[in-house]
């Protein structure tokens, strides 16, 4: 699984038709998720989010703006296979950011960014969150109801952290945050514990949250994601980054863009 890798930014630190409220029968104990299974809470969600329409595409592309601190990190096109093995980005002035499932490379050799290995993982992860939440390596926790900043109702919510070694930050935790009526994952807590021990991390926990759903051919895509402080008791908080998605579209025959060229140097993983 290519976990999201949340480094320290520099000014950071559905339309979809409802379906019936599931029953949630809590977890007593932290379940481990192999690949392609899962538990109430992850496959409601996969349900809602339409998996199997969404997996069965070959690729999908996307341009997206991400701002923090009122400026422009990222301005780029991204494209990834379905499954998110491969990864593509490229940005305005041509220079290209890709994950060919082993290895991160940067072309052209000249071009300098130290955030690469970030953009390439964390853009890619947060728009396929809710495909990877049974990725094999993902523990979860009890399910509870919790809530979610200005929403009326209390959201379904459960805890996953990960198997030692899964991803680059194995150490990072999200609560996930499930729409109690539509089951779609409208939000997400995290910690960045990338550079530093976990408790350190906890001190400052920030959210995700996914809105202006649209449907793109049965499957529902949030077109603006928001970036929050956070509270266990509260939810989300005040909002201190966003990223705008636009011109969501499924593709195929991208076997040359994967590719990694003698143009190309790679970008090592994080000594840890």
Request: net charge negative; glycine share 6%; hydrophobic share 40%.
């Given at each position: 699984?290519?976990?999201?890798?949340?480094?320290?930014?520099?000014?950071?630190?559905?339309?979809c038709?409802?379906?019936?409220?599931?029953?949630?029968?809590?977890?007593?104990?932290?379940?481990?998720?192999?690949?392609?299974k899962?538990?109430?809470?992850?496959?409601?969600?996969?349900?809602?989010?339409?998996?199997?329409?969404f997996l069965?595409?070959?690729?999908?592309?996307?341009?997206?703006?991400?701002?923090?601190?009122?400026n422009?990190?990222?301005?780029?096109k991204?494209?990834?296979?379905?499954?998110g093995?491969k990864?593509?980005?490229?940005?305005?002035?041509?220079?290209?950011?890709?994950?060919?499932?082993?290895?991160?490379?940067?072309t052209p050799?000249?071009?300098?960014?130290?955030?690469?290995?970030?953009?390439?993982?964390?853009?890619?992860?947060?728009?396929?969150?809710?495909?990877?939440?049974?990725?094999?390596?993902?523990?979860?926790?009890?399910?509870?109801?919790?809530?979610?900043?200005?929403?009326?109702?209390?959201?379904?919510?459960?805890?996953?952290?990960?198997?030692?070694?899964?991803?680059?930050?194995?150490d990072?935790?999200?609560?996930?945050?499930?729409?109690?009526?539509?089951?779609?994952?409208?939000?997400?807590?995290?910690i960045?514990?990338?550079?530093?021990?976990?408790?350190e991390?906890?001190?400052?926990?920030?959210?995700?949250?996914?809105?202006?759903?649209?449907?793109?051919?049965?499957?529902?895509?949030?077109?603006?994601?928001?970036?929050?402080?956070?509270?266990?008791?509260?939810?989300?908080?005040?909002?201190?980054?966003?990223?705008?998605?636009?011109?969501?579209?499924?593709?195929?025959?991208?076997?040359?863009?994967?590719?990694?060229?003698?143009?190309?140097?790679?970008?090592?993983?994080?000594?840890?």
């Amino acid at each position: 699984m290519n976990k999201i890798l949340i480094l320290a930014l520099p000014f950071l630190v559905f339309s979809c038709k409802e379906s019936p409220k599931a029953k949630e029968t809590p977890v007593t104990e932290p379940v481990v998720v192999e690949a392609q299974k899962g538990n109430l809470f992850t496959n409601t969600i996969e349900d809602a989010h339409k998996a199997p329409l969404f997996l069965k595409n070959e690729a999908v592309s996307f341009d997206l703006e991400v701002s923090f601190g009122g400026n422009t990190i990222l301005d780029a096109k991204l494209t990834q296979l379905t499954d998110g093995s491969k990864i593509c980005i490229v940005k305005k002035d041509g220079t290209k950011i890709i994950f060919d499932n082993k290895e991160v490379f940067l072309t052209p050799k000249e071009a300098e960014d130290p955030m690469a290995r970030f953009h390439i993982f964390t853009w890619s992860y947060f728009f396929s969150l809710p495909y990877k939440l049974n990725d094999k390596g993902t523990i979860w926790s009890e399910v509870a109801n919790k809530k979610w900043g200005d929403a009326k109702e209390l959201y379904t919510t459960s805890k996953l952290t990960f198997e030692k070694g899964t991803g680059d930050a194995p150490d990072d935790w999200y609560v996930i945050y499930k729409n109690p009526t539509t089951n779609v994952l409208e939000g997400a807590a995290y910690i960045v514990s990338f550079g530093k021990d976990v408790a350190e991390a906890e001190k400052e926990p920030h959210a995700i949250k996914y809105n202006n759903f649209i449907n793109l051919d049965g499957v529902p895509f949030a077109t603006n994601w928001t970036f929050h402080m956070w509270t266990d008791a509260e939810g989300y908080g005040a909002q201190i980054g966003e990223v705008k998605l636009n011109n969501i579209k499924f593709t195929k025959n991208l076997a040359t863009l994967f590719e990694k060229t003698t143009a190309a140097k790679i970008l090592e993983a994080p000594k840890m």
